[in-house]
């Protein structure tokens, strides 16, 4: 894993040319998958009384690059998730890494489609199509984490913040214990949302768990996809933010605990495929880091020490006892 060089680079950001007019058409996207979720997912308060949660996407204006979760009321049930579009343009462009001539994964080549429809997409765009919906569902249902989670009722009561924003406020003053609360928050919400994505990534993947519109390979090739699909959520994430933010892990922290997250799924779900998914999507993660050039995530000795440095994320949950905090959910499950 160590640098090679002749390693092509990938330049996803700049992108082939995208334009946000492009993406406009697109955009509405996010209301299905936002309404798919809610509609699978039964959250409510620990007294029994069902949540709200609204979402509340700008989209005049493409500069807007924000994603929140907030109290829009004294009221503990109701809440609303703001997002500006261009999170989700940038998003959109990234994922065209699949459709470049980059072959990202070379195998996506072998891939049949199901659905005569798609046929003309091609498959390299139905794969960054497939990437744009899964880094789509992991932004929303990060959010959806916050709250579940009680974190923004324990941020509110004893820090006094509205919100724990994607995109950090540079004049707001943390103090250093405010700091290590909110990352360790972030991480939860980012383990949260790991286990939340995999069901809706297992229910796009029909009954034989190998594509419903498009048919992979293997198992081993389904997550292939879907580390990449990740990695690349996070590659954006480290452009936009510069790995400046104070209160969230660094996204190559983030990548990997996201991956990490298979492993708790799988041991529930689908013990017998565990340790041969889970070493493969590990393995992904150090390739696709590199690729994709995500700083600190393919040199395995870094990752160890990154995966050791997060240890503090149990011991603030320990001593918040936010657990207490949290809200009751469900999965409705479809299968
Ligand atoms: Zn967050």
Known sequence: ??????????????????KYDSFIPIADRINEHFDRILSLLSISTPSGKPICIKLNV???NPEEIAAYAQ?????????QIRMGAGLLYHLWVASRAFASEYNLLP????CKINDERLRKLGKKQIFADYAHSIGCYYIILHEISHIVLGQLEYIKDEIELDYLSEFQDEKSQYSLEEIRISK????????QAGEFLLVFFEQSLGSNGLGNYLSFPSRLHVYEFYVYAITIVFRMLQVLTQ??????????ERLYTLVGSLSKYFSHNFPDEHDKIYLQAVKSCLEAGEKLLVLDSYDPCTVIQNAYNLAFVDEVIRETNIRSYQHKVEVISTK
């Open 58 to 60: 700008d989209c005049v």
């Open 71 to 79: 109290r829009v009321s004294k009221d503990p049930s109701v809440y």
């Open 107 to 110: 195998w996506i080549e072998q």
């Open 184 to 191: 360790a928050f972030e991480a939860e919400a980012d383990r």
């Open 1 to 18: 894993m160590k640098n090679n060089e002749n390693r092509k680079e990938l330049h996803i950001i700049q992108g082939p040319g995208y």
């Open 243 to 252: 790995r400046q933010g104070l209160i969230h892990p660094k996204p190559n």
